[in-house]
Nanobody, 125 residues
């Protein structure tokens, strides 16, 4: 089993920054990649970014490229999402997720096996 705990959400003005953290524990040696997703009220949960467990492969949703940065700290078993130049449309509950599969499309929600409880990000205009 793998446990994921997100933190770092909050209220920020448009143009501001936040850094989300996802602490990973349990059978971390079974993980091939980590992802961040978000879900706004009344909308489907959508892909934001993904990073391989080694940190060598990164991929972003087009609308966050150049503003968000996904990274990981091997020593702390933590994955981060640095969010800059935030916009009101970034408002959502943000979830981190872990993928046990060596391949597949990591932009798809169903690819992931474990999920955190989510952290709220609210961007005011």
């Amino acid at each position: 089993q793998v446990q994921l705990v997100e933190s770092g959400g909050g209220l920020v003005q448009a143009g501001g920054s936040l850094r989300l953290s996802c602490a990973v524990s349990g059978r971390t040696n079974s993980i091939y990649a980590m992802g961040w997703f978000r879900q706004a009220p009344g909308k489907e949960r959508e892909f934001v970014a993904t990073i391989s467990w080694t940190g060598s492969t990164l991929y972003y949703k087009n609308s966050v490229k150049g503003r968000f940065i996904i990274s990981r700290d091997n020593a702390k078993n933590t994955v981060y999402l640095q969010m800059n130049s935030l916009k009101p449309e970034d408002t959502a509950v943000y979830y981190c997720a872990a993928d046990r599969n060596p391949g597949g499309n990591r932009a798809i929600r169903d690819e992931y096996d474990y999920w955190g409880q989510g952290t709220q990000v609210t961007v005011s205009s």
